[in-house]
């Protein structure tokens, strides 16, 4: 009996446990190149979403539009932005535009210069930082770095993505009219839950419904809408409906669309 309840253990963490998710659209490659302060910008504190699970969340959402156009992205709480990089890097033929914001103004400085790795002007500028540091330092890491920075530029080669970054409080009445002609087909948010973040401004439980009130006036029937949060936490509201619910580890992703 004892080693029968080990071999399903160890099926269970072969398989990522009962309640993982099965990746529909993505391989188990090495997102290496994608290493927050590499090529990428890093900010001290900030998480870090799973670029996998960031490709495989976006190319859902893209599937259920049932479009082969680009398409613009918007995140109220991108954090870094790290992630929306990565993203840009990975589907630069997908993605049109990419629309973020946070309340913090600190933070928005790295997603700012995050984002603007996906212009030709923004990643020239980090190659010629990174070979600044290998005429200083001769490291290893940073010849590895400009590799990275190579292979990044050569996959937004002939793509243009717009971006805009802005400091926004979601929970703020009206916090999206500026983006109420924006055109918004997928929102995802990856909600602060975890010890490294938490919500600013307002505390009460009912943050994620007072967010997706606000986004009413940006979205449409046909927007896509991807909200990461604890597992424990409900993402209810009732001009909304789920599409899809993943586990993922300590995440859970709810797939929305307004009814």
């Known amino acids: 009996m004892q080693k029968r309840k080990k071999r399903i253990i160890l099926l269970l ?21 994608f ?9 001290p504190g900030a998480s870090a979403f799973p670029i996998r699970l960031m490709s495989e969340i976006f190319q859902l959402c893209y599937d ?33 535009k990419i629309v973020c914001s946070d309340i913090n103004p600190d933070i928005l400085k790295s997603a700012k210069k995050n984002l603007s790795l996906l212009t030709d002007e923004g ?14 330092y001769g490291k290893d890491s940073h010849r590895e770095a400009l590799a990275c920075a190579s292979k990044l530029q050569n996959l937004i080669k002939g793509h243009n993505i ?13 916090a999206f009219e500026k983006l109420i002609d924006a055109n918004i087909d997928i929102v ?11 919500w600013q401004g307002e505390t009460a439980d009912d943050n994620i419904f007072l967010m997706l009130e606000n986004m009413l006036n940006i979205v449409t029937h046909s927007t896509v809408i991807a909200i990461a949060t604890d597992k424990k936490q409900e993402v209810e509201h009732e001009k909304f409906s789920r599409i899809k619910k ?14």
């Open 188 to 198: 995802f948010a990856d909600t602060p839950y975890s010890n490294l973040e938490h």
């Open 13 to 33: 963490n072969q398989n990522g446990g009962k309640n993982s998710m099965k990746y529909k659209y993505t391989q188990n490659d090495n997102y290496g190149d």
């Open 162 to 174: 717009e971006t805009l970054c802005y400091h926004n409080d979601i929970l703020e009445y009206g």
């Open 123 to 136: 990643i020239n500028i980090r190659i010629s930082e990174i070979n600044k540091m290998i005429s200083n």
């Open 246 to 259: 993943l586990i993922v580890g300590k995440r859970k992703i709810t797939i929305l669309r307004m009814k």
């Open 64 to 96: 259920q539009l049932k479009t082969k156009e680009k398409v613009t992205i918007f995140d109220p709480c991108c954090g870094s932005a790290y992630h929306l990089a990565a993203l840009g890097f990975l589907h630069p033929d997908k993605i049109k």
């Open 35 to 43: 290493a927050s302060g590499k090529v990428l910008y890093s900010l």
